[in-house]
């Protein structure tokens, strides 16, 4: 069954600690991203990765961190740096010169 | 940078024609998407026009996009309680790695 996972589905964090959120896709893109979504506030882009062992900051990525040591696989950690961490995280996907990004189902993270 | 806009609620009744708009500024934007995202699920790709295009039609969707002004609309003929639900508006330029993404609109559909 051809698709993005991300996982957990829901997570609570403790503050000042890390945690990762995990995202695998078994589509053959090359391209994965993190965007994080906030009520009211379309997606901000996060972090992403067009080839394996490459990635690029994108628009609010202090306070995160990620790796791309297999091409199916793209963790985002949330660093204790991140003041605000509460929020809906979004892993999408796409080919190299595809018109489409697909997106995971989410992570909800909740400190507490 | 890229901006895109959109209103963020609209309210219809079942059977009515719903219309969901938005802005943009990039001028060089390529493509334009509308996504739906249903609650606490991702974001599901509905329809997408090149921007060579004026209109683009698939089933109940219909895509209207003015250059000129950089406007886009999204109209769903005889809304559904099931299309309830935030309706993104998105674009991307030559050569971008990633699409830009409006506020999102909630589509609420009053049976």
């Known amino acids: 069954d051809g698709g993005i996972t991300q996982s957990p589905k829901y997570l609570f964090r403790k503050e000042g600690q890390n945690v990762t959120l995990s995202c695998e896709q078994n589509?053959?893109?090359?391209?994965m991203y993190w965007y994080r979504q906030d009520p009211g506030q379309g997606l901000r882009l996060i972090y992403y990765?067009?080839?394996?062992?490459?990635?690029q900051k994108g628009d609010i990525a202090e306070g995160y961190s990620v790796s791309r040591e297999k091409k199916e696989s793209f963790p985002l950690t949330v660093t204790s740096a991140q003041k605000n961490p509460t929020a809906f995280y979004l892993c999408?996907?796409?080919?190299?010169?595809?018109?489409?990004?697909?997106f995971g189902q989410g992570t909800r993270l909740t400190v507490v | 940078g890229e901006d895109v806009e959109q209103s963020l609620f609209l309210s219809v009744r079942e059977g009515d024609s719903s219309v969901i708009n938005c802005t943009y500024t990039?001028?060089?934007?390529?493509?334009l998407y509308w996504y739906k995202q249903e609650p606490g699920a991702g974001l599901q790709l509905l329809t997408y026009?090149?921007?060579?295009?004026d209109m683009k039609q698939d089933q109940r969707l219909t895509v209207l996009l003015n250059k000129k002004d950089k406007h886009l609309s999204l109209r769903i003929a005889d809304t559904q309680t099931g299309d309830s639900a935030i309706y993104f508006c998105?674009?991307?330029?030559?050569?971008?790695?990633?699409?830009?993404f409006g506020t999102g609109t909630r589509l609420t559909v009053i049976p």
């Open positions: 999408a996907t796409n080919g190299l010169g595809g018109t489409e990004a697909f």
């Open positions: 589509l053959n893109h090359d391209a």
């Open positions: 990765s067009q080839i394996v062992n490459d990635f």
């Open positions: 990039d001028s060089s934007s390529t493509y």
């Open positions: 026009i090149f921007s060579n295009m």
């Open positions: 998105a674009e991307r330029s030559t050569g971008a790695n990633n699409l830009f």
